[in-house]
């Protein structure tokens, strides 16, 4: 995760103090709703980034008309995958669209907009679903990531945000090969039988599946989170990719060393259900 602090990209303090928030639903994604430059997404541009940032909370700060303490978003990612700290973690929001809307999700905005760069590329994805999970893991926010329209009448975040939003928010895997669908609502994994194909599959033949039914849920979730390549993802086998996409998946949750083997374990699985639709079972 490449995190931008307020005082690396030179922001003003708050008008006044911000409210706290102990927990949140989940999180918004938001887009600019106004022109970007299309080439803001070249390597070279990426020192424009910061002053964009400051040109956001500069304009929020001006408004008169919904009277901003701050910039309105906990954070703000640019095409580079860059994730500035905006609001930050247990900071109510001013982006929602309302007072209850700005109490149930944190927001996170994308550095594209109506015009110009209009799709986001895929290190900002990846950049949005790193402050997303920044947000559950010190936050407190929940399982929900739905785009700013959802609840509110607005355009934000545009058609190809809110199109991965509905997909699920995932991150972005092999081009050309689409990932696996989720685990249907209320699926349960057992966390003895997954701990017993990562155990018994890498030594095996080929293709040998001791539980595929619920190794195919945690594989689909690795796609999700764009740890498991999607051609790997539906077999069922939780084979030595699998296992090497899960100790990422560990490292990703602070796990080190013999803690981050790929042998799941009933906390990180745990976390990756909630995130992708299953329950873990014994």
Not at 60 to 88: M, Q, W
Not at 179 to 205: E, M, W, Y
Request: with cysteine; hydrophobic share 30%; net charge positive.
């Amino acid at each position: 995760m490449h995190l931008v602090t307020r005082a690396q990209w030179g922001a003003k303090p708050p008008k006044s103090p911000l409210k706290h928030i102990a927990s949140t639903k989940g999180v918004k994604v938001h887009y600019e709703g106004a022109p970007v430059p299309a080439d803001l997404a070249k390597p070279e541009k990426h020192s424009q980034c910061a002053g964009r940032v400051r040109s956001i909370q500069a304009s929020h700060l001006a408004n008169t008309k919904e009277k901003y303490s701050d910039i309105a978003y906990s954070y703000v990612v640019c095409p580079h995958g860059h994730v500035f700290e905006g609001r930050g973690l247990h900071k109510r929001q001013g982006a929602n669209g309302n007072q209850q809307l700005n109490l149930n999700h944190y927001s996170v905005v994308a550095m594209v907009g109506d015009s110009g760069l209009t799709k986001p590329t895929n290190d900002q994805l990846h950049g949005i679903r790193d402050a997303i999970e920044l947000l559950r893991d010190k936050g407190g926010a929940g399982a929900e990531i739905k785009g700013h329209r959802d609840g509110f009448a607005t355009k934000c975040p545009g058609d190809p945000l809110q199109e991965w939003v509905k997909k699920g928010a995932p991150r972005p895997g092999t081009p050309g090969i689409e990932p696996p669908p989720p685990p249907p609502p209320g699926a349960k994994v057992s966390l003895s039988h997954v701990i017993t194909a990562a155990r018994t599959d890498p030594g095996a033949a080929q293709g040998h599946t001791t539980f595929p039914a619920d190794v195919k849920r945690v594989e689909a979730a690795l796609v999700a989170e764009g740890l498991l390549d999607p051609k790997f993802g539906d077999d069922g086998s939780f084979g030595s990719r699998t296992v090497d996409a899960y100790a990422a998946y560990q490292r990703r949750q602070g796990f080190t060393g013999a803690n981050a083997d790929g042998i799941p374990g009933k906390s990180t699985l745990t976390t990756l259900g909630s995130q992708h639709g299953f329950t873990v079972a014994a």
